[in-house]
């Protein structure tokens, strides 16, 4: 299997000009009202967010109203509606002019033909009754021979969509690549955590994968299509390969090495349950996910390049994005938020956050939260680290001997921190005076970690939230993060113990509300 060259797509510049933004339509003109069922999925959540950009009147339907509260503009409409329960379409499509079908019941039990069928036909018939002008459904590529299961059941789909219902636009794509999508994550696991590699026949299968990014473009064109009746359109980016090439230039772009070993066997049940040891998908969705690899997916009508001004990423370009995005979101996030979403279940020393690893701890200060930030904001070089100082410039002492910076740098200023800043063997990612320091770690490790810092006003005084995030690189990752778990529990625990002592002493002064000008 050859490795991908370095460099490997297309340039964003391939995509012809739309606009200031990737969001071709602009609604401005008048105000339709779109309806998007599947909003709490992956591509679906990407939709109405894109669709909010350019001033469109969204309403979503799920099953659970409240799950979808907060996570779209107030502007959007929420209701409730369930495409197995035909009654509750019809309230749900009342004046809507386009519907996004962007529903499928992979992940539910081995009936989930059945369900994708009779939600279809009941989607249908409820648009059509509602004289809903077009619907716009996501579909799966493949040939037309020995389709699997999951593919053949995304085909029926599209033909009951167009069968029965308004006029249908129909898209097939192959992998989509995109921080959080299920094959993106897929191969994200596989290769974070797996130095060596047995690569059933489904790893060699030919697909030709597409950006999230191109994929939405798509579905927001198809608004304003121009298309009397129902179409189908296939649609992908510029290479053909395999999900084992699509490994090696991810590997290569996170800068590891991955050994792949070919074998004839493994079937799509034993792969999964496999999959769900080594990666976050479900034994079953794996199983059902590996059926559909089997089956080459790529482009074989051009058609969509002829009618949309789309020129998709390449793969290379794509995953750059997706890893940018990932980046991007680890910037946005709250941590405490993002660890309690995951519900209440700890895993032994930590909580996991897709592959991270998050060490989250928090104490309430009897001191106000600007005079508590201060010792935050103090932390590190001559001051120290507020709890076995030693043990941090032990790590900083290996660190030198493996290559590393060290803790020779220390700080720019004993008191005033900017993004950017040295710290000791961290760098500043992010600083808001009396309420946030986030810190990356640039000391030699198997991995990325951040520290971050949050101070919260509260009864009695103020809550200091304290989180490690390490994004392991491998199975060597894992071993060195559980392996020094119980050191890191103690220093990080005393840490917060003595940031604590030192807000509550009154000795200490408070920390400067801001930069002195100049700084």
Same mark, same amino acid.
């Given at each position: 299997?050859?490795?991908?060259?370095?460099?490997? $797509?297309?340039?964003?510049?391939?995509?012809?000009?739309?606009?200031?933004?990737?969001?071709?339509?602009?609604?401005? &003109?008048?105000?339709?009202?779109?309806?998007?069922?599947? +909003?709490?999925?992956?591509?679906?959540? &990407?939709?109405?967010?894109?669709?909010?950009? %350019?001033?469109?009147?969204?309403?979503?339907?799920?099953?659970?109203?409240? !799950?979808?509260?907060?996570?779209?503009?107030?502007?959007?409409?929420?209701?409730? $509606?369930?495409?197995?329960?035909?009654?509750?379409?019809?309230?749900?499509?009342?004046?809507?002019?386009?519907? !996004?079908?962007?529903?499928?019941?992979?992940?539910?039990?081995?009936?989930?033909?059945?369900?994708?069928?009779?939600?279809?036909?009941?989607?249908?018939? +409820?648009?059509?009754?509602?004289?809903?002008?077009?619907?716009?459904?996501?579909?799966?590529?493949?040939?037309? #021979?020995?389709?699997?299961?999951?593919?053949?059941?995304?085909?029926?789909?599209?033909?009951?969509?167009?069968?029965? $219902?308004?006029?249908?636009?129909?898209?097939?794509?192959?992998?989509?690549?995109?921080? @959080?999508?299920?094959?993106?994550?897929?191969?994200?696991?596989?290769?974070?955590?797996?130095?060596?590699?047995?690569?059933?026949?489904?790893?060699?299968?030919?697909?030709?994968?597409?950006?999230?990014?191109?994929?939405?473009?798509?579905?927001?064109?198809?608004?304003?299509?121009?298309?009397? @009746?129902?179409?189908?359109?296939?649609?992908?980016?510029? /290479? &053909?390969?395999?999900?084992?090439?699509?490994?090696?230039?991810?590997?290569? /772009?996170?800068?590891?090495?991955?050994?792949?070993?070919?074998?004839?066997?493994?079937?799509?049940?034993?792969?999964?349950?496999?999959?769900?040891?080594?990666?976050?998908?479900?034994?079953?969705? @794996?199983?059902?996910?590996?059926?559909?690899?089997?089956?080459?997916?790529?482009?074989?009508?051009?058609?969509?390049?002829?009618?949309?001004?789309?020129?998709?990423?390449?793969?290379?370009?794509?995953?750059?994005?997706?890893?940018?995005?990932?980046?991007?979101?680890?910037?946005?996030?709250?941590?405490?938020?993002?660890?309690?979403?995951?519900?209440?279940?700890?895993?032994?020393?930590?909580?996991?956050?897709?592959?991270?690893?998050?060490?989250?701890?928090?104490?309430?200060?009897?001191?106000?939260? #600007?005079?508590?930030?201060?010792?935050?904001?103090?932390?590190?070089?001559? /001051?120290?680290?507020?709890?076995?100082?030693?043990?941090? +410039?032990?790590?900083?002492?290996?660190?030198?001997?493996?290559?590393?910076?060290?803790?020779?740098?220390?700080?720019?200023?004993?008191?005033?921190?900017?993004?950017? #800043?040295?710290?000791?063997?961290?760098?500043?990612?992010?600083?808001?005076?009396? &309420?946030?320091?986030?810190?990356?770690?640039?000391?030699?490790?198997?991995?990325?970690?951040?520290?971050?810092?949050?101070?919260?006003?509260?009864?009695? %005084?103020?809550?200091?939230?304290?989180?490690?995030?390490?994004?392991?690189?491998?199975?060597?990752?894992?071993?060195?993060?559980?392996?020094?778990?119980?050191?890191?529990?103690?220093?990080?625990?005393?840490?917060?113990?003595?940031?604590?002592?030192?807000?509550?002493?009154?000795?200490?002064?408070?920390?400067?509300?801001?930069?002195?000008?100049? +700084?």
């Amino acid at each position: 299997m050859s490795r991908l060259p370095r460099g490997l $797509g297309g340039s964003r510049a391939n995509l012809e000009p739309t606009g200031p933004t990737r969001n071709p339509y602009n609604p401005r &003109r008048n105000k339709p009202v779109v309806l998007v069922t599947g +909003a709490s999925g992956y591509v679906g959540g &990407r939709l109405v967010a894109a669709l909010e950009e %350019g001033g469109t009147r969204v309403r979503c339907i799920a099953r659970t109203p409240g !799950y979808l509260a907060g996570r779209f503009s107030p502007a959007t409409g929420i209701v409730r $509606g369930d495409v197995l329960d035909p009654d509750s379409l019809l309230s749900a499509l009342e004046g809507v002019h386009t519907a !996004y079908y962007l529903v499928h019941s992979m992940g539910s039990g081995a009936d989930f033909e059945e369900q994708d069928r009779v939600g279809a036909r009941n989607f249908a018939r +409820a648009a059509r009754r509602r004289g809903v002008r077009r619907v716009i459904y996501l579909g799966g590529l493949g040939g037309d #021979d020995r389709l699997s299961p999951h593919l053949a059941s995304r085909r029926e789909v599209g033909e009951i969509l167009a069968v029965e $219902g308004p006029p249908t636009v129909e898209f097939r794509a192959s992998i989509i690549i995109g921080s @959080g999508s299920l094959s993106f994550e897929l191969v994200r696991h596989l290769v974070n955590k797996l130095p060596v590699m047995v690569t059933p026949r489904w790893v060699r299968a030919t697909a030709q994968p597409i950006s999230i990014d191109d994929v939405v473009t798509y579905l927001l064109l198809a608004l304003d299509l121009e298309e009397d @009746g129902s179409a189908v359109f296939e649609i992908g980016g510029p /290479q &053909r390969l395999s999900y084992g090439q699509l490994m090696q230039e991810y590997a290569r /772009q996170v800068g590891v090495r991955r050994l792949m070993i070919p074998v004839p066997f493994l079937t799509p049940r034993v792969s999964g349950l496999w999959l769900g040891l080594v990666t976050p998908l479900y034994a079953r969705t @794996g199983r059902k996910l590996i059926d559909s690899l089997r089956n080459d997916t790529v482009v074989r009508d051009p058609s969509a390049s002829e009618r949309f001004p789309v020129r998709p990423l390449g793969v290379g370009d794509a995953i750059a994005a997706a890893l940018r995005e990932e980046d991007r979101a680890m910037a946005r996030t709250r941590w405490s938020d993002a660890v309690s979403s995951g519900g209440t279940t700890p895993t032994w020393g930590s909580r996991r956050f897709g592959s991270r690893v998050v060490d989250r701890q928090q104490a309430v200060a009897r001191a106000e939260p #600007d005079r508590a930030f201060g010792p935050i904001q103090r932390i590190g070089g001559t /001051q120290g680290w507020y709890f076995a100082t030693w043990l941090w +410039a032990l790590r900083g002492g290996i660190d030198l001997l493996l290559g590393g910076v060290g803790m020779r740098r220390g700080r720019r200023h004993p008191v005033e921190l900017r993004p950017g #800043d040295p710290l000791d063997f961290w760098r500043v990612e992010a600083f808001e005076a009396g &309420r946030l320091l986030r810190l990356r770690a640039e000391m030699k490790l198997p991995g990325r970690a951040w520290l971050q810092f949050e101070v919260e006003p509260a009864d009695g %005084g103020c809550r200091i939230t304290q989180t490690a995030v390490f994004d392991p690189l491998g199975l060597g990752g894992l071993l060195y993060w559980y392996g020094l778990y119980p050191v890191h529990w103690l220093i990080f625990r005393g840490m917060l113990r003595g940031i604590v002592r030192r807000a509550e002493d009154p000795s200490h002064s408070r920390s400067p509300a801001r930069p002195p000008a100049g +700084a």
